[in-house]
């Protein structure tokens, strides 16, 4: 996916006065029992982390930062649109924001970016080597959380799923490095990176519900739905930050690379004189699959998403 990766990854990391997307908020605060259960996820054998090189502790300093905990509320509101048990609809949610954070604190160091959420990224407040433990533990803590689930018969098929996603979400981040390398990227090869390493966590949290409530088969419509949504969100991205990605190095700064922003795709397509136009008209066409695949989820447990969608198509 796009350079703005760690911007994508996290669709909350802009104060809200510059984010070009906020999820839709219907007001009600469901991510309480994400934040009440970390501690222990993260440090199960010991009551206090007071080493600034202890792996939980640069953890806990990421996720404090805050966010809009996305990917949360997507697995949460489905889950009990589904008919969940609450405790269940925690459970998925936490294993799927856990896992988006952890892809966030790997992605920050390997793109060396420095700030994270208005303040400094986990590598650069405690170094490179914590960044890295800090990430597998959050990514182990994902599993972990999914012990708590109450019905262990689908464990099976619910950590294959999750395996699944996150693998398809690392091929993407491995594909976005090699992206910023080209002198020029097609579009085909933009889409399918951006859709690998964004849509795959983003749908994680619908598929984990409707896998989990027996709606298996519905687990296409949450892909395509999350994979659509992600391709609106990072050509809407790119839009307002080209003017960035195009300036090279300067005083030392890794450039942001203007190669795989669509902007300058178009304009290599030969679209020079209405690209922003073409990729406005390409988000929205992206964003209206997003709107139509969700509502065809069962229960409306797409609503959250479609809502989301429809919000950022406003702003284009």
Same mark, same amino acid.
């Given at each position: 996916?796009?350079?703005?990766?760690?911007v994508? @990854?996290?669709?909350?990391m /802009?104060? $809200?006065?510059?984010?070009?997307?906020?999820?839709?908020?219907?007001?009600?605060?469901?991510?309480?029992?994400?934040? +009440?259960?970390?501690?222990? *996820?993260?440090?199960?054998?010991?009551?206090?982390?007071?080493?600034?090189?202890?792996?939980?502790?640069?953890?806990? /300093?990421h996720?404090?930062?805050?966010?809009?905990?996305?990917?949360?509320?997507?697995?949460?509101? %489905?889950?009990q649109?589904?008919?969940?048990?609450?405790s269940?609809a &925690?459970?998925?949610?936490?294993?799927?924001?856990?896992? =988006?954070?952890? +892809?966030?604190? =790997?992605?920050d160091?390997?793109d060396?970016?420095?700030?994270?959420?208005?303040?400094?990224? &986990? @590598?650069?407040?405690?170094?490179?080597?914590?960044?890295?433990? $800090?990430?597998?533990?959050l *990514?182990?803590?994902?599993?972990? %959380?999914?012990?708590?689930f109450?019905?262990?018969?689908?464990?099976?098929?619910?950590?294959?799923?999750?395996?699944?996603?996150?693998?398809?979400?690392?091929?993407?981040?491995?594909?976005?490095?090699w992206a910023?390398?080209?002198?020029?990227?097609?579009?085909?090869?933009?889409e399918?990176?951006?859709?690998?390493?964004?849509?795959a966590?983003?749908?994680?949290?619908?598929?984990?519900?409707?896998?989990? $409530?027996?709606?298996?088969?519905?687990?296409?419509?949450a892909?395509?739905?999350?994979?659509?949504?992600?391709?609106? /969100?990072?050509?809407a991205?790119?839009?307002?930050?080209f003017?960035?990605?195009?300036?090279?190095?300067? %005083?030392?700064?890794?450039?942001r690379p203007?190669?795989?922003?669509?902007?300058?795709?178009?304009?290599?397509?030969?679209?020079?004189?209405?690209?922003?136009?073409?990729?406005?008209?390409?988000?929205?066409?992206?964003?209206?699959?997003? &709107?139509?695949? %969700?509502?065809?989820?069962?229960?409306?447990?797409?609503?959250l *998403?479609?809502?989301?969608a429809?919000?950022l198509?406003a702003?284009?």
């Amino acid at each position: 996916m796009p350079r703005r990766n760690a911007v994508f @990854w996290d669709i909350a990391m /802009y104060p $809200s006065s510059t984010a070009t997307f906020r999820v839709h908020d219907d007001g009600g605060d469901q991510t309480s029992g994400f934040d +009440s259960g970390l501690l222990k *996820l993260l440090q199960p054998e010991s009551d206090a982390m007071t080493s600034r090189t202890e792996p939980a502790h640069a953890a806990h /300093y990421h996720l404090a930062a805050g966010g809009q905990r996305i990917r949360y509320r997507f697995a949460h509101d %489905a889950a009990q649109a589904l008919g969940m048990r609450s405790s269940d609809a &925690v459970c998925i949610a936490t294993v799927a924001e856990l896992l =988006h954070n952890a +892809s966030l604190v =790997h992605d920050d160091l390997q793109d060396r970016d420095r700030v994270r959420r208005g303040q400094p990224s &986990v @590598w650069v407040a405690f170094g490179e080597d914590v960044a890295i433990c $800090s990430g597998d533990l959050l *990514l182990s803590a994902a599993y972990a %959380a999914l012990a708590t689930f109450s019905r262990p018969v689908l464990l099976p098929k619910l950590i294959a799923l999750i395996h699944a996603r996150t693998a398809r979400a690392i091929s993407g981040q491995c594909d976005d490095l090699w992206a910023r390398e080209q002198v020029a990227v097609e579009l085909g090869d933009y889409e399918r990176i951006a859709a690998a390493k964004s849509g795959a966590l983003l749908g994680l949290p619908l598929e984990l519900a409707l896998a989990a $409530s027996g709606h298996d088969a519905s687990c296409v419509d949450a892909r395509r739905a999350a994979d659509a949504f992600a391709l609106g /969100y990072q050509i809407a991205d790119d839009i307002t930050d080209f003017d960035r990605d195009a300036v090279t190095e300067i %005083a030392g700064v890794d450039a942001r690379p203007a190669s795989f922003n669509i902007i300058t795709i178009l304009r290599a397509a030969g679209h020079d004189a209405d690209a922003e136009q073409l990729a406005r008209n390409l988000a929205l066409k992206h964003l209206r699959i997003a &709107v139509d695949a %969700a509502a065809d989820l069962p229960g409306r447990s797409g609503d959250l *998403l479609r809502q989301s969608a429809l919000s950022l198509a406003a702003r284009l």
